[in-house]
Nanobody
Framework: VQLQASGGGLVQAGDSLRLSCAVSGRALNSYHVGWFRQAPGKEREFLAAIRWRAGTTYYGDTVKGRFSTSKDNAKNTVFLQMNSLEPEDTAVYYC?????????????WGQGTQVTVSS
């Protein structure tokens, strides 16, 4: 599975931003594709994931209600919609894939995309 994240940037507090993750590979129906972030000096944090075949979603506690994930089946792309952004959301955001998420050792990672939220 190959993943390529994009859409990061510099925004102001209260803004919204949508990240994209282009997904390719075989047997995608057996995978979950999710989003993590890592801020400087902090551990990587699970945000959200979507089950590829069913299209159902689940979320980490930190961003539940502000962030949502979805996918475009025609484009094999997963999105992370982020609303009401706060400076504390500043981090490198990654998309990832495995047979379930989160887990201690995730098999596939995309490159990160930087999100910076100014106050």
């Amino acid at each position: 599975v190959q993943l390529q994240a994009s859409g990061g940037g510099l925004v102001q507090a209260g803004d919204s931003l949508r990240l994209s993750c282009a997904v390719s590979g075989r047997a995608l129906n057996s995978y979950h594709v999710g989003w993590f972030r890592q801020a400087p000096g902090k551990e990587r944090e699970f945000l959200a994931a979507i089950r590829w075949r069913a299209g159902t979603t689940y979320y980490g506690d930190t961003v539940k209600g502000r962030f949502s994930t979805s996918k475009d089946n025609a484009k094999n792309t997963v999105f992370l919609q982020m609303n009401s952004l706060e400076p504390e959301d500043t981090a490198v955001y990654y998309c990832a894939a495995d047979h379930d998420l989160p887990r201690n050792s995730v098999r596939y990672w995309g490159q990160g995309t930087q999100v910076t939220v100014s106050s």
